[in-house]
């Protein structure tokens, strides 16, 4: 089968390099220069020599051999929509990628929310496209268990790997699918913004507050908070017990230790320790900060 895929993700890398193995790769289309290019993509490319193919050129119409010479077009992390005009052109259409159900995970974040909402598996859902976003035939929905405290980066990195075999077993039983109509989710989940990025101490629970912080490391840079009265961005944490004397408001500083680190009383009373963080364009340990002075009750915002 001949395959044209639209990508600007590393996590499409495992897929192309198994899918060529048994199936003529004719390119990617992508993002060749901009904030949206990858370097990383693009190199991996030219070292397999497989040819990377403009956006704007394909939008242009400069690309409409390839398009027609394709049997099957595959989306994995494309931030753009493809129109009609584009997939309507390619013999068997466009399939797509989406780590999330569908199409309660509709939109453009949906590892972010899925792990956010403390789901206890991530759905990888395979499905042809048409004009409404994430929407179409789904072919395939195959479900990876998430594990306790898994951040976005390394369940994203584990359902790259599992895709690539899912879609190399898929493309083989092809013709034979009945594929599933996806319902639309006409109020597809957004990007996370600043306010969903931000830890409310007071309000949410200690698994609540891991769960945000794993969503969002690292492809949100982690979660916001303050400290001192300067922004954070806290990057990793583990629930911890404390035995500790006083009473603290959520947020605060329960334990500080250069051995251990530092302890914070979340909402629901318990406690996480901190173990990475950004501060003022520095990433620290909590054993590091604590080292450089942090006290007992000083507070988190």
């Known amino acids: ?5 639209f990508s600007q993700s590393n996590w499409s890398i495992p897929s192309i390099s198994e899918l060529a193995k048994s199936h003529e ?3 990617v289309v992508t993002f060749l220069k901009g904030e ?6 693009l190199s991996f490319l030219e070292k397999r020599n497989i040819k990377a193919l403009s956006w704007e050129d394909v939008k242009s119409s400069l690309n409409d051999d390839e398009l027609a010479n394709s049997d099957l077009g595959i989306s994995f992390g494309f931030s753009s929509k493809i129109p009609k005009e584009i997939y309507a052109k390619i013999s068997k259409g466009v399939l797509n990628v989406h780590f ?5 995970y509709a939109g453009p974040a949906p590892l972010f929310w899925t792990i956010k909402n403390m789901e206890k598996s991530l759905s990888i859902s395979f499905h042809i496209i048409n004009e409404d976003w994430d929407a179409g035939e789904l072919l395939l929905e195959e479900e990876l268990p998430i594990f306790p405290g898994e951040p976005f980066g390394l369940l994203g990195s584990r359902a790259s790997l599992l895709s690539s ?3 190399d077993n898929l493309l083989r039983t092809f013709e034979g699918n009945v594929p599933e109509i996806l ?3 006409f109020t597809p989940l957004k990007r996370p913004s600043d306010i969903d990025l931000t830890i409310d101490w007071k309000k949410q629970s200690a698994d609540e507050i891991e769960a945000l912080i794993n969503a969002s490391n690292p492809a949100y840079g982690g979660a916001i908070s303050s400290f001192r009265g300067s922004p954070i961005r806290i990057l990793e944490v583990s629930p911890a017990e404390a035995n500790i004397n006083g009473i603290f408001a959520p947020g605060s500083v329960v334990y500080s230790d250069p051995q251990y680190g530092i302890f914070v009383i979340c909402g629901d009373n318990k406690h996480l320790r901190i173990n990475i963080l950004q501060l003022e364009g520095t990433v620290l340990s909590g054993q590091k900060l604590a080292a450089l ?3 007992v009750y000083e507070k988190f915002e």
């Open 165 to 167: 075999q899912k879609l």
């Open 1 to 5: 089968m001949k395959l044209l895929f």
């Open 293 to 295: 002075g942090v006290r």
């Open 36 to 41: 949206r290019s990858n370097p990383f993509l």
């Open 25 to 27: 790769i004719l390119g």
């Open 183 to 185: 319902e639309v989710n």
């Open 100 to 104: 999330g159900k569908l199409p309660k």
